[in-house]
C-alpha cells in the first residue's frame, strides 16, 4: 500500500466508515494517520469532556459530522442533577472560529442553548442535519433559528428533548423557497403549532421521507398532511383520537392507502381503542412500530393490528399487551429483530401484564431477535435459561423486574443461574441489564462468559467486592459500567486502577464507595476525572423535584480524558 | 486532605445516610432475602391493591420523559383506575370531546368544565324541574341505555354508571328537562 499515492489510499478508506476501523487504520503507521486525519468525515465523541474542540480540530481539520454525548447514561433516571454539565455551547464556538465546514451535529443527553442554535444557523452554510436526542435547555426560538437561516437543512429530528415550547411560529421560519426537508419530527413538543405553516411545509417538500407530529395536530390535520406526503416512510401520528363518524376519519383512511412506502409508525398519544383500523391496510409493510406511548389503546386492539404486521422487525410497546399478545406477537412476527416492552404502571401496583411466560414466547417464535428490553413483574431462571437455548444471538439484553431484589417468584432462588446462561449462551451479547434477587454468582458468571460485553448496568444486586471484581477482571471490552445500590466498595474500586483507561465511564451510587477511595483513586489515576456529585444540601432535593423522604446519596462518575479537568462543574460537583 | 479519611465522623459516604445503619441494612437485606421475597408474595396474593410502595429514585429506569407522556392524566393515586372517560356530545356542534370524570369532585366541577369546553351556560338544576333557564341540557346514558338527567342521583352513582354524556338542545331538551 506504500507504493499508492496518498489520494488512492484516500479512495480506499472513503469504504471504511465504522468508527473502530477508521481509528484502527490510524494506528498502522504515520502515514496512514496523516491520510486518515484529512480524511475522516464523521466524528464520534462518546463523552464531551474525554476531549476538547480545540483537539478535535486539530486532529480532524475536515469533518462534516459530529457527534457529541454528554450525561451519563443514568441522567435519564434522575439521577444527575440540573446544572451538573454536558454544554454544547463550547463546541459550537470552538467549531464556528474554525473553519470546519459541518454539516451534521448530533447531541445526545446535552444541554443546548438558543443562541447556541442561533450560532449554528449562522456559521455553517451547508448544515443539512440536527439531531437532538434528550437535550434540555433550549425552546422554539433556537428552533426558529434552525428554520429561518439552514438553507440545506434536509433534518430536524428532535427526540424526547425537553423544550420550551413558546408556541410561535418557528414553523413559519422555513422560507418559502426551502424545498429539501427530509425529516421533521417535533414529536416532543408539547405546544399547538401552525398548521396552516406545517401543511405548506409539507406540501412542498417532495423529498420528506420521516414525519412525526406531536400531540397537537388533529386528525383532520393529519389527513391533510398525509395526503400531501403520500411518499412518506416514517410517520409519528401524535394525538389520535377516535372519530368514527366524521368525514376526517374518511379522508384519513383513503389517504392512508395511498401510503404505499410507509414502514414505520409511531405517536399515537391519546389514541381512543377504535382508530387503529384505519392502518390496517398498511400494516403489512411495516417493519417499525412503537406504540410505546399509547397508553389508551388495550390488549385486543393492539393484538388486531400487530397480527397484519408480518414483516415488523422492530416493536416496542406497553406491557398491557399482555403474555397474550406477546404470544400472538411470536406467531406472528417472524422477522422481529428488537422488542421492547415498556410499564404501564410505574408504581408496582400489582398488574402483572407480562410475565417470563411472554418473554419465552417470543424466544421462541422470533428466531432473528438480537435485541431486547423487557419491564415485567416477575421471572424465573427456568424461563431464562429456556430464552439463552432459544435466542444464542442477543447482542443487547436488558430485563428489568420492577420490585429490587425479587428473587424466582417459583423456586424463591436467586436470577444468578438465569442470567448465567444467557451470557453463556449469547457470545455476542455486547450491552446487558440485569434485575431481580443476585448474588456475586452472576457476575462470576458475567466475568467468565461475556467476553464482547460493552456495557453493564447493575441495580440493588451482589453481595460483596468481589462481584465488581469478577466484572473488572473478565469483561475484556467494557466500556461503561454503571452501577446503583449494590454493596460494591473501595476494595473493588481501587483493586485496578488501569483497568479504567480502557473504558470509557464508571458511574456508582448509592454503593458502598467512600470519598477516601474516591480520593486515593484520583491520585493514582491523573488520566481519569473523578467527580462526585454531591447532594447533601436539602434545597437541592425540593429544586430537583424529591417527593418526601428520599435517600441521600452521593454519586461517583469517572471518566477517562485527555484534557484534565473541566472548568464547568457547578459547585455541587466535586472533581478530585 | 488525607486527615479527612481517618475522621470518620464527617466522612462522606458513598451510601445510606447514617453509618451504621447502612451495614445492619444491607447484611439483612441479603440473609433474609429468601424470607423477606417468600412474605411479600404471599402479601401480593392476599391483598388486591397492594400498600403503595416506597418510591426509590430513578427506579423503575424509565426516562422521565416516558413517564410524564403516560402519566398525562392520571392522579398518582393507587386507588385510582385508569381514569374514567366518557365522550360528550353537544348537539349541533361537529365533532365530540372526552372529559375524565375521575378529575371532578362533583356535578358542579363537571357542568363548569362542560359549560367552558362548548360554550353554553346550563342554566339552574331544581330537583322538581330539571335544568331552567337554558336551551341546553345535560343528560347521560347509564348502563342500562336510558338517558338520564344529570344531577338527580348521588355523585359516585353517576360516576359508576355513566356511559357517555350528551348536551341535548331544543325541543327534545325542553321534554326531559321539565320532569318526566
Known amino acids: ?576 | 486532605m488525607d486527615e479527612f479519611v481517618n475522621l470518620k465522623a464527617t466522612e462522606l459516604r458513598l451510601g445510606l445516610p447514617g453509618t451504621n445503619n447502612v451495614c445492619e441494612e444491607r447484611v439483612s437485606c441479603n440473609s433474609n432475602s429468601n424470607k423477606r421475597a417468600l412474605q411479600a408474595d404471599a402479601e401480593n396474593e392476599t391483598e388486591t391493591s397492594p400498600p403503595r410502595k416506597a418510591q426509590i429514585v430513578g427506579w423503575p429506569p424509565v426516562r422521565s420523559y416516558r413517564k410524564n407522556n403516560i402519566h398525562t392524566k392520571k392522579n398518582e393515586s393507587d386507588l385510582e383506575s385508569q381514569g374514567i372517560y366518557v365522550k360528550v356530545s353537544m348537539d349541533g356542534a361537529p365533532y365530540l370531546r372526552k372529559i375524565d370524570l375521575s378529575c371532578y369532585k362533583g356535578y358542579s366541577e363537571l357542568l363548569k368544565a362542560l359549560e367552558m369546553m362548548f360554550k353554553f351556560s346550563v342554566g339552574e338544576y331544581s330537583e322538581r324541574d330539571g335544568y331552567k333557564g337554558s336551551d341546553f341540557v345535560p343528560t347521560y346514558e347509564d348502563k342500562d341505555g336510558d338517558w338520564m338527567l344529570i344531577g338527580d342521583v348521588p355523585w359516585e352513582m353517576f360516576v359508576c354508571n355513566c356511559k357517555r354524556l350528551r348536551i341535548m338542545k331544543g325541543s327534545e331538551a325542553k321534554c326531559l328537562g321539565s320532569g318526566v
Open chain 1, 1 to 576: 500500500m506504500n507504493y499508492f499515492p496518498d489520494e488512492v489510499i484516500e479512495h480506499v478508506f472513503d469504504f471504511v466508515t465504522s468508527h473502530k476501523d477508521r481509528n484502527s487504520i490510524s494506528l498502522v503507521c504515520k502515514s496512514w494517520f496523516k491520510i486518515e486525519r484529512y480524511s475522516r468525515q464523521n466524528v464520534f465523541i462518546g463523552n464531551c469532556y474525554s476531549i476538547s474542540p480545540e483537539r478535535l480540530l486539530r486532529r480532524f481539520p475536515c469533518f462534516k459530522s459530529l457527534t457529541l454525548k454528554g450525561k451519563p447514561h443514568f441522567a435519564d433516571f434522575n439521577l444527575v442533577p440540573h446544572g451538573w454539565g454536558g454544554f454544547v455551547q463550547p463546541w459550537i464556538e470552538a467549531l464556528a472560529r474554525s473553519r470546519v465546514g459541518l454539516e451534521e451535529l448530533r447531541l445526545k443527553r446535552m444541554v443546548v442553548t438558543d443562541e447556541g442554535l442561533e450560532l449554528l444557523s449562522r456559521s455553517f452554510v451547508n448544515f443539512k442535519s440536527l439531531v437532538l436526542v434528550s437535550c434540555e435547555g433550549f425552546s422554539t426560538d433556537g428552533l426558529a433559528s434552525i428554520a429561518s437561516n439552514c438553507r440545506h437543512l434536509r433534518d430536524l429530528d428532535l427526540q424526547e428533548n425537553e423544550i420550551d415550547d413558546h408556541r410561535g411560529q418557528w414553523l413559519s421560519c422555513f422560507p418559502e423557497t426551502y424545498t429539501s426537508l427530509v425529516t421533521l419530527n417535533f414529536a416532543c413538543l408539547e405546544g399547538e403549532t401552525n398548521l396552516v405553516a406545517l401543511e405548506r411545509l409539507v406540501a412542498r417538500s417532495p423529498n420528506l421521507r420521516s414525519l412525526k407530529l406531536n400531540r397537537a395536530v388533529p386528525l383532520d390535520a393529519l389527513a391533510r398532511l398525509m395526503a400531501c406526503a403520500p411518499q412518506i416512510v416514517d410517520l409519528g401520528v401524535g394525538s389520535y383520537e377516535d372519530e368514527q363518524d366524521s368525514e376526517s376519519c374518511l379522508k384519513l383512511q383513503a389517504a392512508i392507502r395511498k401510503c404505499t412506502s410507509l414502514r414505520s409508525l409511531s405517536g399515537f398519544l391519546e389514541a381512543a381503542p377504535h382508530c387503529l383500523s384505519a392502518f390496517h391496510p398498511v400494516c403489512h409493510n411495516l417493519t417499525s412500530l412503537n406504540l410505546s406511548y399509547a397508553a389508551e389503546i388495550h390488549g385486543s386492539h393492539l393484538i388486531k393490528l400487530i397480527e397484519h404486521c408480518k414483516k415488523l422487525q422492530r416493536l416496542w410497546i406497553l406491557d398491557s399487551i399482555g403474555d397474550k399478545g406477546l404470544e400472538v406477537v411470536a406467531s406472528t412476527c417472524k422477522e422481529l429483530q428488537e422488542l421492547r416492552v415498556f410499564p404501564t404502571d410505574l408504581h408496582g401496583g400489582g398488574n402483572t401484564a407480562v410475565t417470563e411466560d411472554g418473554l419465552v414466547a417470543i424466544s421462541a417464535g422470533c428466531p432473528k431477535l438480537h435485541s431486547i428490553l423487557y419491564f415485567c413483574q416477575q421471572m424465573t431462571n427456568a424461563a431464562l435459561i429456556t430464552v439463552a437455548r432459544n435466542c444464542p444471538n442477543f447482542i443487547r439484553f436488558r430485563l428489568c423486574i420492577l420490585e429490587p431484589h425479587k428473587p424466582d417468584h417459583v423456586t424463591s432462588q436467586p436470577l444468578d443461574e438465569g442470567f448465567g446462561a444467557i451470557v453463556q449462551a449469547c457470545k455476542n451479547l455486547k450491552r446487558l441489564s440485569v434485575s431481580g434477587l443476585l448474588t456475586d454468582q452472576v457476575f462470576l458468571y458475567i466475568g467468565m462468559f461475556a467476553t464482547q460485553l460493552e456495557m453493564l448496568s447493575i441495580a440493588f444486586a451482589g453481595d460483596t467486592d468481589k462481584g465488581m471484581l469478577y466484572v473488572l477482571n473478565g469483561c475484556k471490552k467494557m466500556r461503561k459500567l454503571e452501577i446503583r445500590d449494590s454493596p460494591f466498595g473501595d476494595a473493588a474500586l481501587l483493586a485496578d486502577v488501569n483497568k479504567y483507561e480502557t473504558m470509557r465511564s464508571l458511574w456508582m451510587s448509592s454503593c458502598e464507595v467512600t470519598l477516601g477511595g474516591c480520593k486515593r483513586l484520583a491520585r493514582k489515576a491523573p488520566w481519569l476525572n473523578v467527580e462526585i456529585i454531591n447532594e447533601n444540601d436539602n434545597n437541592r432535593m425540593e429544586e430537583n423535584g424529591y417527593e418526601g423522604r428520599q435517600k441521600v446519596d452521593n454519586k461517583l462518575y469517572l471518566y477517562r480524558t485527555v484534557v484534565g479537568t473541566r472548568v464547568d462543574a457547578p459547585p455541587f460537583v466535586w472533581i478530585l
